[in-house]
């Protein structure tokens, strides 16, 4: 089955405590990106990656990193977590053939809450 | 990028039929329309697509006019379980590279009820 999984589902943790939130697809996909949803707010792209080893900055990439070392995982990595990125997130990727058309698959999400 | 402005809400009952409207005055020659749905805790999921006139899958139906300055999505008798946002995005995005960045509003909360 094509799906986009992330891990963990729910976290909790404390300010300035290191955390990595793992994402992965089964799809082959070259396309993968880290979303951060907050109410009112909608969705904001944090980071994306066209491939591996390349990556580059979205709409809000304060205070979070990103790694592509192989196609299929793209982790999220919060070095020194802060209670503004309590947050919802979700990790999609897509294949890039059709120039802006290609579908969007979407993890299931990670609920994070930084005391 | 076009705007796209939506209801922020909607209400019905089980078995109707349910058409949003979201309209887009700004949208490019090249863009496409597209509709995702996202359930609550849950990341959005791709519903239908399309460039002009009406395009129809198993799940939904989207009609576009000519001008294309706005489109609907159209649920055929919904049920309890198709209660969630409902997300209309006009182009996207193309990054360096060929991926996509999707822009998503504040979407159509529908609401089904018995």
């Known amino acids: 089955e094509a799906q986009v999984t992330q891990n963990p589902r729910y976290l909790i943790t404390v300010t300035g405590k290191k955390l990595t939130v793992t994402c992965s697809q089964n799809?082959?996909?070259?396309?993968m990106s880290w979303y951060r949803q907050d109410p009112g707010l909608g969705l904001r792209q944090i980071y994306y990656?066209?491939?591996?080893?390349?990556?580059d900055k979205g709409d809000v990439p304060e205070g979070y990193k990103v790694s592509r070392k192989e196609k299929r995982n793209f982790p999220l990595i919060l070095e020194s977590p802060s209670p503004n990125q309590t947050s919802l997130y979700f990790c999609?990727?897509?294949?890039?053939?059709?120039?802006?058309?290609?579908?969007?698959?979407f993890g299931p999400g990670t609920r994070l809450l930084v005391l | 990028l076009a705007k796209t402005t939506q209801p922020i809400s909607m209400d019905s009952y089980e078995g109707q039929e349910v058409n949003i409207t979201c309209s887009h005055n700004n949208i490019a020659t090249n863009d496409y329309i597209t509709w995702y749905q996202q359930f609550p805790s849950q990341g959005p999921r791709f519903i239908i697509q399309g460039y002009k006139t009406k395009v129809t899958n198993e799940v939904a139906s989207l009609f576009i006019p000519a001008d294309r300055k706005s489109s609907t999505l159209s649920l055929p008798r919904v049920s309890l379980s198709d209660t969630a946002v409902y997300y209309c995005?006009?182009?996207?995005?193309?990054?360096?590279?060929?991926?996509?960045?999707?822009?998503f509003g504040t979407g159509t909360q529908l609401k089904v009820e018995l």
């Open positions: 999609a990727s897509s294949s890039t053939r059709l120039a802006g058309r290609e579908t969007q698959y």
């Open positions: 799809m082959n996909h070259e396309y």
């Open positions: 990656s066209m491939n591996v080893e390349v990556t």
């Open positions: 995005l006009v182009g996207v995005t193309i990054l360096t590279g060929g991926g996509n960045k999707l822009t």
